[in-house]
């Protein structure tokens, strides 16, 4: 069964850092494009980083570019997020998503059920 699992959210000060990890079963990582994304309260949800299965080549959103850096750990099977210089508008619920295609009816679409990160003030 293919399950996602984040962990690492919680408190953190203005400034401060985190780094979030993200568990996969039934799958492994190096067979997909794994993403992070992240919905604020009243607000979409949107992309914050994307590691992908060939080259591990990644993508960044606007506001996290030079902050965030998103890692594949292909014998733990996870994917983690290091959060640096972190603030309040970064507070969110950051969830992790499998996207695989080109692989008929073993293509995916998982996603985890999210971890809190809060920054405050």
């Known amino acids: 069964q293919v399950q996602l699992v984040e962990s690492g959210g919680g408190l953190v000060s203005p400034g401060g850092s985190l780094r979030l990890s993200c568990a996969a079963s039934?799958?492994?990582?190096?067979?997909?494009?794994m993403s992070w994304y992240r919905q604020a309260p009243g607000k979409e949800r949107e992309l914050v980083a994307t590691i992908g299965s060939a080259g591990g080549r990644t993508n960044y959103g606007d506001s996290v570019k030079g902050r965030f850096t998103i890692s594949r750990d292909d014998p733990k099977n996870t994917v983690s997020l290091q959060m640096n210089s972190l603030k309040p508008e970064d507070t969110a619920v950051y969830y992790c998503?499998?996207?695989?295609?080109?692989?008929?009816?073993?293509?995916?679409?998982?996603w985890g059920k999210g971890t809190l990160v809060t920054v405050s003030s």
């Open positions: 998503n499998a996207l695989r295609t080109g692989w008929g009816q073993y293509n995916m679409d998982y």
């Open positions: 039934g799958f492994a990582v190096s067979s997909a494009a």
